[in-house]
């Protein structure tokens, strides 16, 4: 790793650190991508609850994002999800991780070994080595537990998320902690707000961490809202909600895309009662410059574009 | 690969052939190793049947014995087998090889890409791509269907084989057939007669090509015999035997131990009904050489010693 290239930790997990890794990736940059280690869904949640594993998914999303082509086959191993008999469901990244947890007995040196098979550029941390789950208080009272209940809530209702926390109290790991002293940029998102980046701010050691590190802190706005989570959220409640995690002022750039994807992109989103993120900027905290650029991908889902991400991201850093 | 390496072809599976490679792999050999394709016990059989892969498991031995030890945390995940949850039982090395099989959509590709990422010394050929089944007749009249029920024998009955056929009728694999045609040594076992040697020499193609073959042929006698399958074999009966699925006058050479484990490790092997293969060599046939010297590993099981038997084959090869 070159000595002159800029120290980056990205914070999140799911699918918004995994568009954001992928196009960081061919930058010249020194990546420390934190991943959350909350989920308890599908696969991942199989895995953990029987075999008592750290849970894979958000590692696996990061190591295939920072993965070389050089690997394709094992990259395409890493995607490939078996779709009948006792593995259905299963991803085959995170049976490879859980194995690989198993036979190195630590979460770290399992990602660390994967990392190099798969010839990742930069580290992933995960921002615990605690087994833990998320829980959420609703407005209206009600604790949900596990978060994959928040994320896909069968809690039908409006009602907002008061607050969220880990149970047990999970420290940070230690090396996530120094990858965010030494940085020289933090990234926070884009991803969902309450499971995949909060999660990480939730461990203890980090939100301290991020709030002494001198490195200029970037915050990048969703698109979309997500219901049962972010429900009639415009730009500045996200800032808002990272902020109330961590401590006010604390973000130096806050990037929003502005370019507006058709309506026939956004009338998919009704059913699941998605909306735009409106930009309401003047309700951004003055101490963050904000950068509204296009970053919509040009088709299909409405989503971060890897490449205009990663090219505003570079815009700042240099 | 240099030119003047012997060309060897082994044919077998299970622990005999994983045994024999990994003694092999250290000798300037050329190593063709030509699996079975009927297991259907366990792991494997899970897999093939809920899958619908081609069976890993003497692959996945195979793969291990010839691979280097530069690739230390890939072959221990290839040897982790799952103790808990839904995967209990499941071998990883299974589980990869099945995932490799989806991606690539080709049994002998998968294999390859396996051999190229475990860094393995050779090349591994299942003897068919058909998918079939081992079926058995015994003495009694009994039909018998599938490798496991032969290998751990529900019939508990002392009544021999009579004879073993696969079903569908399988044809060989074409590159196993080549390797044949071009080997200067073919080896036949160590390892169970009718459910790890002869359901190669079943697969249409492999029985013409081994005669046709100017390659010597050497056989490994095994030690043991086993319940249900060679109750009661002599050495020569064993030699009979392949020869029947054969020709006469096949073999070259016949491999055999001489040396008599202690009665200790002997007993252990009452419970399974397995006896010490008597050594009655004036029933051999009399065109093939026979090298008797002491092949016993020196505690344990009473399997053959991986260095002493590859020597004992490397000295017959130079």
């Known amino acids: 790793m ?14 918004g650190t995994f568009v954001m890794l992928s196009g960081l990736r061919d930058y010249p940059l020194n990546i420390s991508a934190i991943v959350s280690m909350a989920d308890n869904g599908g696969s991942t949640g199989i895995l953990r609850e029987e075999i008592g594993v750290l849970p894979p998914g958000d590692v696996r999303r990061a190591l295939v994002a920072l993965s070389s082509q050089s690997q394709k086959i094992l990259i395409d191993l890493f995607n490939y999800r078996f779709n009948e008999g006792t ?7 995170n049976i490879f991780l859980a194995a690989l947890e198993k036979i190195t007995g630590n979460t770290q040196k399992a990602i660390d070994e994967a990392s190099k098979m798969l010839d990742v550029k930069g580290k992933i941390f995960p921002s615990t080595l605690t087994k833990c789950h998320l829980f959420a208080q609703l407005e209206n009272g009600k604790i949900i537990k596990g978060e994959t209940n928040i994320d896909i809530p069968k809690h039908n209702t409006n009602a907002p998320i008061k607050r969220v926390w880990l149970k047990p109290r999970a420290k940070a790991n230690p090396q996530a902690i120094k990858a965010i002293q030494n940085a020289d940029f933090i990234i926070l998102g884009p991803g969902d707000l309450y499971t995949s980046i909060i999660p990480n701010l939730l461990c203890s050691g980090i939100k301290n961490a991020l709030i002494k590190s001198k490195a200029k802190k970037i915050y990048i706005v969703n698109l979309m809202t997500k219901f049962g989570e972010t429900n009639n959220f415009k730009a500045s409640d996200f800032v808002k909600t990272i902020e109330k995690y961590t401590t006010k002022n604390l973000l130096d750039f806050i990037i929003i895309n502005n370019k507006m994807p058709t309506k026939k992109r956004l009338e998919k989103y009704r059913e699941e009662k998605a909306q735009l993120v409106e930009i309401d900027e003047e309700n951004f905290p003055k101490t963050a410059q904000i950068i509204k650029t296009d970053l919509l991908r040009p088709r299909g889902f409405i989503r971060h574009d890897p490449n205009k991400l990663a090219k505003t991201i570079f815009q700042i850093v240099f």
Request: hydrophobic share 25%.
């Open 87 to 93: 593995f259905n469901g299963h991803s085959f990244g």
């Open 2 to 15: 070159p000595k002159n290239q800029k120290k980056i930790v990205t914070i999140g997990g799911g699918t």
